[in-house]
């Protein structure tokens, strides 16, 4: 991988806890921001895949999101399952969805990560929800959090976080600061990106509401895990949010800016803070990694081998 993409690198370490022998094979260039890759990097993916499989020791080949998959199905001799991700499959530009369906379509199995995407996927697939690690991502007292992050910050104010870079045009910032002023309580509106992924729990914790006013998401996942930190969370309409959040208090999701007003004072006025509710069930690394070894070994036919047997090495590549 040559972009850090955490719940990708998650689910690589919880197959490897399983027996699975996981060889990441990256989209060759770079990914910054709302700028992709080329072309030409993906073409020079190809070669890179044909080169590992030239040993016998792999199974199978997992490609993870739709540009990857022509790449991954061009060499004949492994079975392919296919992740998409999101921003394929549901992608502004109708070559992209064109192209993840045909994936979809002749992979061995594919896999889509929400209910929302499910309903856009008219062949057989399984839905294998992206996990969170609920060990770094949990409760912490917010003044535990404030004090380690350093936030000289009044007990009683009232903190949004904004958990993207703000120049993202996609992520909308603007109309998050838009919302924060317009709110019925007096609220700091506080960004985070580019920091350590472990530290991001501290950050959420340290709030008072997940703010997300992104136009388009494949996910987030940043969503999912404020849900484990007992973060409330209001949201745009966007990817698998509404679905994540159903039922849990204080939590809102619109696409009208004056009702992600009203619930961001509400949120607030609740108390917002991360103590006292409920975790979501069904958000483990667990649960995604035992799903994914048993989709494996049913196409590997698990009657001829035995246990974590039937798995013994996989090529994954990704953007």
Same mark, same amino acid.
């Given at each position: 991988?040559?972009?850090?993409?955490?719940?990708?690198?998650?689910? %690589?370490?919880?197959?490897?806890?399983?027996?699975?022998?996981?060889? *990441? *094979?990256?989209?060759?260039?770079?990914?910054?921001?709302?700028?992709?890759?080329?072309?030409?990097?993906?073409?020079?993916?190809?070669?890179? =895949?044909?080169?590992?499989?030239?040993?016998?020791?792999?199974?199978?080949?997992?490609?993870?999101?739709? &540009?990857?998959?022509?790449?991954?199905?061009?060499?004949?001799?492994?079975?392919?399952?296919?992740?998409?991700?999101?921003?394929? &499959?549901?992608?502004?530009?109708?070559?992209?969805?064109? &192209?993840?369906?045909?994936?979809?379509?002749?992979?061995?199995?594919?896999?889509?990560?929400?209910?929302?995407?499910?309903?856009? &996927?008219?062949?057989?697939?399984?839905? =294998?929800?992206? $996990?969170?690690?609920?060990?770094?991502?949990?409760?912490?007292?917010?003044?535990?959090?404030?004090?380690?992050?350093?936030?000289?910050?009044?007990?009683?104010?009232? =903190?949004?976080?904004?958990?993207? /870079?703000?120049?993202?045009?996609?992520?909308?910032?603007?109309?998050?600061?838009?919302?924060?002023?317009?709110? @019925?309580?007096?609220?700091?509106?506080?960004? %985070?990106? @580019?920091?350590?992924?472990?530290? =991001?729990?501290?950050?959420?914790?340290?709030?008072?509401?997940?703010?997300?006013?992104?136009?388009?998401?494949?996910?987030?996942?940043?969503?999912?895990?404020?849900?484990?930190?007992?973060?409330?969370?209001?949201?745009?309409? %966007?990817?698998?949010?509404?679905?994540?959040?159903? @039922?849990?208090?204080?939590?809102?999701?619109? /696409?009208?800016?004056?009702?992600?007003?009203?619930?961001?004072?509400?949120?607030?006025?609740?108390?917002?803070?991360?103590?006292?509710? $409920?975790?979501? /069930?069904?958000?483990?690394?667990?649960?995604?990694?035992?799903?994914?070894?048993?989709?494996?070994?049913?196409?590997?036919?698990?009657?001829?081998?035995?246990?974590?047997?039937? *798995?013994?090495?996989?090529?994954?590549?990704?953007?």
């Amino acid at each position: 991988m040559t972009t850090p993409r955490p719940f990708f690198d998650q689910q %690589v370490s919880v197959l490897e806890e399983r027996g699975v022998d996981c060889t *990441v *094979v990256g989209v060759p260039g770079e990914h910054h921001g709302d700028s992709g890759r080329t072309a030409v990097d993906y073409a020079r993916l190809y070669p890179k =895949i044909l080169s590992e499989l030239r040993s016998d020791e792999y199974d199978l080949v997992h490609a993870n999101y739709g &540009l990857v998959a022509p790449f991954a199905l061009a060499q004949p001799t492994r079975p392919v399952v296919l992740t998409l991700w999101g921003t394929d &499959l549901m992608a502004d530009q109708e070559w992209l969805r064109s &192209l993840s369906r045909h994936g979809a379509r002749r992979a061995s199995a594919t896999v889509v990560p929400s209910p929302a995407m499910s309903r856009q &996927l008219e062949i057989d697939h399984e839905l =294998i929800p992206f $996990g969170v690690d609920t060990e770094l991502f949990r409760p912490i007292p917010q003044a535990e959090a404030r004090e380690h992050l350093g936030w000289d910050t009044d007990p009683d104010t009232n =903190i949004a976080l904004f958990p993207y /870079d703000r120049e993202r045009a996609v992520k909308d910032f603007p109309r998050a600061k838009r919302l924060a002023d317009r709110a @019925g309580v007096d609220v700091e509106l506080r960004t %985070v990106s @580019g920091v350590d992924h472990a530290e =991001i729990p501290y950050y959420m914790n340290a709030s008072d509401v997940l703010l997300v006013t992104s136009k388009r998401e494949s996910g987030p996942m940043v969503v999912k895990e404020a849900a484990a930190c007992n973060l409330p969370v209001v949201s745009t309409d %966007v990817g698998f949010v509404a679905e994540t959040v159903e @039922g849990l208090p204080n939590c809102f999701v619109s /696409d009208a800016d004056d009702e992600l007003v009203v619930g961001l004072t509400v949120a607030l006025e609740n108390g917002g803070s991360s103590q006292g509710r $409920g975790r979501i /069930d069904g958000l483990s690394l667990d649960s995604m990694g035992d799903r994914l070894v048993s989709l494996y070994e049913r196409l590997l036919d698990p009657t001829a081998l035995s246990g974590s047997e039937a *798995v013994r090495r996989g090529v994954s590549s990704g953007v």
